[in-house]
């Protein structure tokens, strides 16, 4: 079983800055990417940015520019620095890993999430 472990999110003035960190354990073969989803209430989920394991990073269109997406491959953590914050950042942020197991292959699990209020 995988488990992702989101950490780094809380409330920020439009602005300033936060550091997201998502650390995955259990037994894994091969992580192949790791990133970052977010969903603003009534609203879908998006994607925000995601790293594969040779470090090609894409982001979503509004945050381009603003955030950056790393990867710790040694201690299987994934980061997300965010800059320039504005209030419609305002999400639950989600990280996520593309997996390869004993038993499947490149199965996308997700964390819990973790909640991210910009205040204007």
């Known amino acids: 079983q995988v488990q992702l472990v989101e950490s780094g999110g809380g409330l920020v003035q439009a602005g300033g800055s936060l550091r997201l960190s998502c650390a995955a354990s259990?037994?894994?073969?091969?992580?192949?990417?790791m990133g970052w989803f977010r969903q603003a209430p009534g609203k879908q989920r998006e994607l925000v940015a995601r790293?594969?394991?040779?470090?090609?990073?894409n982001y979503g269109d509004s945050v381009k520019d603003r955030f950056t997406v790393s990867w710790d491959n040694v201690k299987n953590k994934v980061h997300l620095e965010m800059n320039s914050l504005k209030p419609e950042d305002t999400a639950v942020y989600y990280c996520?890993?593309?997996?390869?197991?004993?038993?499947?292959?490149?199965?996308?699990?997700w964390g819990q999430g973790t909640q991210v209020t910009v205040s204007s």
């Open positions: 996520t890993a593309n997996v390869d197991t004993a038993l499947t292959r490149d199965y996308m699990h």
């Open positions: 259990g037994v894994i073969l091969r992580i192949n990417a």
């Open positions: 790293i594969t394991s040779v470090g090609s990073a």
